[in-house]
């Protein structure tokens, strides 16, 4: 069991952030001639479970992506059900919101306790689920060369992707996301990885929170170094309350245009936002191609927004490549906004078109048939 620390917050968070710094995995992508990561960056990663990139967007897109998320938080409900936001307009994408207590001390995806809440004027987004469709900006960071030669490096050529969201830890009140591991599938029986200490084998893939805001010990996400060779809910165990401060866990402090990519099986988990700074990270999900495709699990990411109801699910070839369709309109979508980007090359199959044009739009935000309607569970 983790060690719980009786240090004050203040100090907890203090050491928190000296321990961080010490690890060594953080500083700026680089890369080999071969374009694939530097080899002390891989291991790194895997050594610790995560690993901070620093500067990747710069501060146009940092912009951009913060004028688009404050946009769709203005038209955010005015409660889970409503229909129109604070301004009396229609919400545009209504049932991706996730509604978080004012009270802050509950996790995020408390379905039943959030929706007891009163929401008096002014909604409470704790996470916006599917951005890619709604941000034109946040499908472009999606296509940003160097976060894919990044990926490729992980998850190989074929990389595909997981699901894409935003968290949003409001200044004062964000709400916490409790200590887990996202992982279900890939364990040995005795809770071990399956993915070698190397990265080989089948992985859950990683996750990259794209920072638009500043990321503090207070308001970020936490990280216990190391725990992704582990299952803590093998033979009936079970994982930490977010009211334990873990004594070994570590904050991964993001500046606005740094991204921190997470091992799925890491414990990780954020406190309650007291702060006076709010926490907007755009969160891309990746996978191994083979590892998704096959693989029989539950599903909890295909819908509008996390939802009390899962699906058990065999990934086909099909629903895989249908999906990984959303990395070549990205990429295309970048070239059109940069065209003198030297842009990242996809690989790996795909099925449906590659262009981003009002065809493709309408296709993946078609009602019922939306590209996040094969988000990738492992
Ligand atoms: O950013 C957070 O607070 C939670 C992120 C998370 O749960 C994840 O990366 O799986």
Redesign the pocket.
Known sequence: MPKQTKNTSTDYYKEGRQRALQLGNRGPMRFKENGRLEDDILSAYHQFGFYVFTGVLDQHEIDLLSKEFDEILENAPVSPDATTDRHGRPVKFPGYYTLVPIQNETN?FDKQANEKLEFPDNPNVGLVSHPLMMMDSALRAYGHPDILRMVASVNGDDFVPFHEAI?H?GAGHGA??NW?Q?GRTHWKADGSAIETADGNGKTHGF?L?VSFSQCTPQN??WVVPGSHKNWRLSNGGSFPSISERIAEAVPMMLEPGDCGM?N?SSL???YPNKSNER?C?L?L?FHKRDSAIGTKTTNVHAFKSPSTTVKDVEYSEEYVLKRARMIPLAIDARKQKYPSENAYEYTGSYIGGSKWNDASRAEISQNGDEYWQRDITL
Do not use: A, M, Q, Y
């Open positions: 995020i968290f830890k916490p996301t887990h996202d996750n929170s970020c996400l997470v799925r990780h988990g954020s926490r990270t969160l999900g």
